[in-house]
């Protein structure tokens, strides 16, 4: 069975969240699997050096984007037995940054390019896909294209697509300027309706997978549920509901191998408070926060009771950017408490392993989370997570229960600041009780947060969407 992910980011290559995660794990897990399972990516200016260098230039052609006549690269590389290829212009990706250009035409002109190159380049692989998995907005374009554009190509007709959405919120909605202009479409044609891409008379990109990909999937059984009410729906539950059929939850995994163990718990705690110049103190419960900060990630919760944390016998390390109000308020804070908070405004993967080594306690109390892999990260590296239970955080981390000693975290329903605080002291209250904390570690030690099980259900989905 040959797939091809098709996806706007991937580690090692480039990464600004989970996607990058899943986009570099899952399809490794596949291949254990016998799944030719490759990816193709834009080849960004932020690529590293050395993977650039390594990568073997197959092919360019020029390609018609309506009126634009354009340089298309492909180049390869196999990485960690994967075969990865990318779409090269300088022109839309030797940028600073991958996105973060709004909902400008041109952000709109780089991803069309991007689904039309990747349509363009299959001839070129030496790789018939059956299969392509697309992720998120970047790449939603594909089915529609394919219905649009190639209903004359037998080879292009076979082709079955599944759509993944990583998170409904970023959904690509450009003015309808680009219809004609990029996408080939006239106003009055079908695809330009409620059931097609049309939205409130803006162009959504993120409805062309949810409208035309054979199957859609999404990244937590729970968040597969919460997505066809209006309030987790980001204007798109009722198209949910209808292809409700055809939708599948599937939870993410992690790769263990990219996080190494590393020395004991207290050991990285005092390392870590000595390279942060925190009191050292091995006993002292460390408490970390890794995340984008946005409102998504629930830091309005954190920021409302941040005092009140901070006054508890705590650590507390911040790691994360986003949102200029929430890096205020944090950066300010630790002006007030230099011996308990240690923030830290930037995106750096390696020093986040070492947070997540030495903290006790993992704070994500997401208003909406598709799945999360923070909590699996924290999981692995046995910092307890504490969450509020909505999508995957919901799916993964269950809530201790000191009575029959079950469950692998701490978790709160309600979007409320003080049931968060309240938690957090609950969590405090079980780390200064070693027989109940340590029951929690052989909880999360007994369990499996590797690829294994979702990629056995996407192979069953992939023999799903073939037989149709
Ligand atoms: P999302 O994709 O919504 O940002 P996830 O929990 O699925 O959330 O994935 C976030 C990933 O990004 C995790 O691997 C997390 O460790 C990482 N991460 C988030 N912020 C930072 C940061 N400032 N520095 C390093 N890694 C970060």
Redesign the pocket.
Known sequence: MKVLFIASECVPFI?????A?VIGSLPKELRKLGIDARVILPKYKAIPNHYREKMVHLTHFNLQLGWRNLYCGIEHLEEDGVPFYFIDNQNYFYRESIYGYGDSFDEAERFTFFSQAVLESLPYLQFQPEILHLNDWQTALIPLFLKTHYVNHDDYMKIRTIFTI??LKYQGIFQQDILKDLLDIDPSDPEFSVDGIEYYGRVNFMKAGLNYANLITTVSETYAKEIQYPFFGEGLDGLLRNRNQDLYGII?GIDVERFPRQQSKQENKVKLQEMLRLPTDPHIPMISL???LVS??GIDLVVHVLDEILQQNLQFVV???GEQKYEQIFLEASNRYPKKLSV?I????P??HMI?AASDLFL?PSLF???????L?ALHYGAIPIVRETGGLKDTVQSFNEYNGEGNGFSFTHYNAHDMLYTIKRALSIYHQPPLWNKIKENIKASDFTWKKSAEEYVSLYQLVLQR
């Open positions: 990464k600004t969240g989970g996607l995660d990583h998170n993410n890794i995340s984008r998504q990630k790691l994360g950017t830290h930037t995106f750096d993967e020093f986040s997540y994500m989370e598709p799945c999360g892999l923070s909590q990260i």
